[in-house]
């Protein structure tokens, strides 16, 4: 039995399917007991003006934080630049509804299309030690299960593999 469902590449299928299609998903889950089935998309966009759309009027449950990823990626592996977090935070207001809010989105560092956060941590800032990558991967993780959102863990993150040259490796 499934605990949720991703929704691969959301914003190239009709909106007019999905009305259909995730009410139906979740009257299933519902039949099987699921009456918390979380159901996000995947919108590969950073921009919040844009990912915001598929929960404010195509009816997406929630959808991944690209917007998040790469921020947060970008600070863990380099250090500074608080004022890009503060924006990605300003920016949640493009989320808030009567029904949703940014505490409802997928939030995640890394997935098959990119990889695993440790190598991408790695490919923003290469001079890092075994141990400074470490810990900055563990920055990351932290700033994923303490800040707002819902996490998702990319397979092997828990253990810390890196993947290299992506996460097959």
């Given at each position: ?94 989320y808030t509804s009567s029904t949703f809010n940014a505490n409802g989105l997928a939030t995640f560092l890394g997935n098959h299309d990119m990889g695993r956060i440790g190598m991408l941590i790695n490919k ?46």
């Open positions: 039995i499934f605990d949720g469902m991703r929704l691969d590449t959301y914003r190239h299928v009709n909106d007019e399917f999905w009305a259909q299609f995730i009410p139906a998903i979740k009257n299933a889950a519902a039949k099987k007991g699921k009456t918390n089935f979380p159901i996000f998309g995947e919108i590969f966009e950073a921009d919040p003006a844009v990912t915001s759309y598929y929960v404010k009027e195509v009816s997406a449950p929630s959808v991944l934080d690209f917007s998040f990823q790469s921020v947060v990626s970008k600070f863990s592996a380099l250090g500074f630049n608080a004022l890009a977090l503060a924006d990605l935070f300003n920016a949640d207001d493009y923003i800032n290469p001079v890092l030690s075994d141990k400074a990558l470490f810990e900055r991967d563990a920055l990351a993780h932290a700033m994923l299960f303490y800040l707002r959102g819902a996490p998702i863990l990319y397979y092997g993150d828990e253990k810390g593999l890196i993947g290299f040259p992506g996460d097959k490796g």
